[in-house]
């Protein structure tokens, strides 16, 4: 066995798999979008595998929120970039993959230019716009794209749009779920979710990225993986291709930071979509339309002359408006309050 390959001898010895399927890993460039609770464990069992490329995406930094399930991080590392420590630490657990860290955000403009240079994505987001387009983007570029989601005490897993032998496509996101981005189900932050899961789910997602470049027949193509770790129950649902057409990417919303917002504030007309309620127990100013009354709203919107900011207590509710503005208003130049007011000091 060839030195460098010391280190995989327990999977090289796997029925199966062998020095061919370890060539096949190492020559593997591996994209993955969002190093959370899914992308760290994700990230760590891939560069540990022996994955030879291993691009991670994030613009985020790490927070004290962060830490009982983002495992890469540290109390140390609250306020740095995600990327920038995910890097360092897959390097020091291996220093035979190469570990490339982008610090952005993907959007509409990037996304296409950047999955061009791997073989296979993952993605571990936390918001429906960033799942849409990366499934957008994979379909149009005929691309693998790995999924898992996380909510309180249950996890999804499948592997999306993977080449048949009879030359079709197995089904993609927006087959099973066609109007996500107009979904409202919260994040971690607000719904919450059970530490474990994050890495279960995580570890399945690199489990199915291996099977893949492997060229297992085994893969979850087709197919929806969904665990419950309070009763322990996992299940398996076969999906079908829709006749849903994916012809162009969604163009995404823009976001502005509240420090950016906060210094320049007097340019900008601000909408706070939340519930009246929320707003008059704090706000940032503006006017307050909640998002459920924001169409009947258009005709002051229409008169807005400034660049508008919208903002809510996360950031969806924001997105969701500014979507719903844009659709109505192409031309308004329109932002979302990146994470929203929840990090203002009261």
């Known amino acids: 066995m060839s030195t460098s390959f010391e280190r995989y001898q327990c999977q090289i010895a796997l029925p199966g798999f062998g020095i061919e399927s370890q060539e096949l890993l190492k020559n593997a460039r591996v994209l993955i979008v ?54 360092k630490r897959l390097q020091l657990q291996n220093p035979s993959v190469s570990i490339i860290p982008y610090r952005l955000r993907i959007t509409s403009s990037n996304v296409m230019e950047l999955i061009s240079e791997f073989d296979l994505i993952i993605e571990g987001t936390d918001n429906f716009e960033t799942k849409c ?42 087959d099973v779920f066609p109007n ?37 027949e085994e893969t979850l193509a087709g197919k929806l993986w969904m665990m419950n770790v309070m009763n322990g129950r996992t299940q398996i649902i076969k999906l079908r291709k829709t006749s849903a057409q994916i012809t162009a990417l ?17 340019n900008f007309e601000s909408i706070d979509v939340r519930t ?23 005709s002051f919107i229409s008169s807005i002359s400034n660049p508008i900011v919208i903002y809510c207590q996360s950031g969806k509710r924001s997105m969701e408006a500014v979507r719903k503005i844009k659709k109505e208003f192409p031309e308004k130049e329109v932002f979302s309050l990146k994470n929203g007011i ?5």
């Open 34 to 87: 969002g190093m959370g609770g899914l992308g760290c464990p994700s990230a760590q069992y891939l560069a540990s595998s022996g994955i030879g490329t291993i691009g991670i995406v994030d613009d985020d930094l790490v927070s004290l929120s962060n830490l009982h399930r983002q495992i890469l991080y540290t109390p140390e590392d609250v306020g740095t970039y995600k990327v920038d420590v995910a890097a």
């Open 133 to 174: 387009l990366l499934n957008d983007a994979c379909v149009l570029s005929g691309k693998p794209l790995v999924y898992g989601a996380i909510y309180q005490h249950e996890g999804q897993v499948s592997i999306w749009n993977v080449l048949q032998k009879d030359g079709t496509y197995s089904p993609n996101y927006r």
């Open 180 to 216: 996500a981005e107009e979904s409202q189900v919260p994040n971690c932050r607000e719904g919450g979710v059970i530490p474990p899961l994050a890495g279960m789910i995580g570890c399945m997602q690199a489990n199915e990225a291996i099977k893949y470049l492997i060229r297992s």
């Open 250 to 266: 969604t163009q995404s919303v823009q976001l502005m930071s509240c420090e950016e917002f906060m210094q320049h504030q007097k």
């Open 276 to 298: 009246k309620e929320e707003h008059q127990n704090f706000n940032i100013g503006g006017k307050n339309i909640p998002l459920d009354e924001l169409e009947g709203h258009f």
């Open 342 to 346: 929840n990090e203002i000091p009261r």
